[in-house]
């Protein structure tokens, strides 16, 4: 599904969310597509973009029910008005966004915000550093850093889990900027002291293996950045290892 060209001609700071109006559309065109596969009970992996795609899935099962979001990422995206002095890419406030801090036209599109209850996401991934996440905590997110996930991924997927266990089920996002700089590096924001791809797999396992777990997008990774394809084929590999017992 193509998504509309990404513009950012005119915008100048105090315009909100760039591209607005033309992600509020894909959002509600690619959650119409999400809903004819939930219908048929098939479980979805979307490819592609950046983190604003995680709109698209958290429209479309807000549709149905209540669904949580596992949002694993190096950054929190929780970038508001309200903590911030302007905002701009939605990549940036893709979590704040979900749970209703933002502007109406991406966040109550059909008047169905906020998609996600703050009670029901996870934040998974981010560095010690991350700007916003006193922000998260407060609004009673629960957080583990990426040092804990280092520590021991299937305790955090549990975790997760435990979480997560009363509601109707929950959706993967994946930033692959949570994969430390020096392994992934062909991101937008690549930052020390993200987790290894065997801590990703073994992370992503027991999630996407659930029987609540409905779908993941992918983003983030930017191919430019990668000529040889060298970090396309370990993203690959870890990806395939992670879905396979899906």
């Known amino acids: 599904m193509t998504p509309p060209r990404y513009d950012r001609d005119g915008w100048k700071p105090g315009d909100g969310v760039f591209n607005a109006a033309a992600m509020a559309s894909y959002t509600v065109k690619l959650a119409d597509r999400l809903t004819k596969l939930f219908d048929q009970e098939r479980f979805v992996v979307l490819l592609g973009g950046e983190c604003s795609n995680v709109l698209g899935p958290a429209l479309a099962l807000r549709r149905r029910g209540r669904y949580g979001v596992v949002y694993l990422d190096g950054h929190s995206d929780f970038r508001t008005v309200d903590n911030s002095p302007s905002v701009g890419a939605a990549g940036g406030e893709a979590l704040a966004l979900i749970t209703g801090r933002g502007q109406a036209d991406l966040t109550d599109l059909e008047g169905l915000g906020p998609y996600t209850r703050d009670t029901d996401a996870a934040l998974l991934g981010i560095r010690e550093d991350d700007e916003y996440v006193g922000d998260v905590e407060a609004a009673g997110i629960p957080v583990w850093r990426a040092r804990e996930i280092a520590e021991d991924p299937g ?15 929950f ?31 073994e992370l992503l396992r027991p999630l996407l293996a659930a029987s609540e777990c409905v779908g993941i997008d992918i983003g983030i990774f930017d191919p ?3 000529p040889d394809g060298k970090y396309a084929a370990e993203l690959t590999d870890t990806l395939v290892a992670a879905l396979a017992y899906t």
């Open 155 to 169: 305790k955090a997927a549990n975790g997760v889990r435990d979480h997560l266990r009363d509601l109707d089920g």
């Open 224 to 226: 430019d950045l990668d």
């Open 171 to 201: 959706w993967v996002h994946l930033d692959v900027d949570i994969l430390d700089a020096a392994i992934m590096p062909a991101v937008d924001s690549p930052d020390p002291g993200g987790i290894d791809h065997a801590q990703l797999v």
